[in-house]
């Protein structure tokens, strides 16, 4: 990891999940009429929080490549289908990669472990598909006690109506803000997360 523990100062994180998407599966070209405005809508705020110093982090399936690096599973989906995805939100060199073997971004990953060493207590989670690998995720953060936001125009899944379920149950059991990208005041945000990383310091 490049970045020291002190220089995350923003307690949140943004968590990129399967948007590096081979898009080669039973329904994806369902799923495949959402992607491109979705992946518009991370991208920008992608930029956005990267500007504010909030670290980004891609947690990606390795579809079956367990010996490869993450730049062979962007190649990987980039030869697939996902191209246009690849396009729009190829990691940066500064950015961070976890893959994850199943639904949830924690299982058997690093993800806790990097999470604690960027001192984050928030996470803004984007990608597809939401009622699956974004829900899934989101459920394992919120059992870890972190502040969710899941912007609703940044997750897509193969059906609108299974995604604004999941959205739903987001909202209500997890506690989740599902409020657009478009209408976040990440200022706040960020205020809100480093007050709630004193606290947990304090009483730590």
């Not at 898009?23 to 992608?46: C, G, V």
């Not at 504010?52 to 990606?60: E, R, W």
């Not at 500064?94 to 207590?121: I, Q, R």
Request: hydrophobic letters at 40%.
């Amino acid at each position: 990891m490049s970045k020291g523990q002190n220089e995350n100062k923003t307690s949140v994180a943004l968590l990129l999940i399967d948007v590096i998407n081979t898009m080669d599966f039973k329904d994806a070209e369902r799923l495949a009429q959402y992607t491109e405005e979705t992946a518009d809508a991370i991208a920008l705020l992608k930029r956005e929080v990267k500007a504010a110093g909030v670290p980004v982090i891609y947690v990606n399936d390795n579809y079956g490549l367990w010996q490869s690096d993450f730049k062979k599973v962007i190649n990987y989906a980039a030869c697939a289908n996902g191209q246009h995805l690849v396009d729009r939100l190829e990691p940066e060199d500064d950015d961070y990669t976890v893959v994850k073997p199943k639904h949830s971004g924690f299982f058997s990953t690093p993800l806790s472990s990097l999470l604690n060493y960027l001192n984050v207590t928030t996470l803004i989670l984007t990608g597809f598909a939401g009622n699956i690998c974004v829900l899934f995720t989101a459920n394992d953060a919120y059992m870890r006690e972190y502040d969710l936001y899941i912007p609703s125009n940044c997750c897509a899944s193969n059906l609108a109506e299974d995604n604004e379920y999941a959205l739903k149950l987001m909202k209500g059991n997890l506690k989740a803000n599902t409020d657009p990208s478009t209408e976040l005041n990440l200022t706040t945000l960020i205020e809100q997360a480093i007050q709630r990383q004193a606290v947990t310091s304090y009483d730590g």
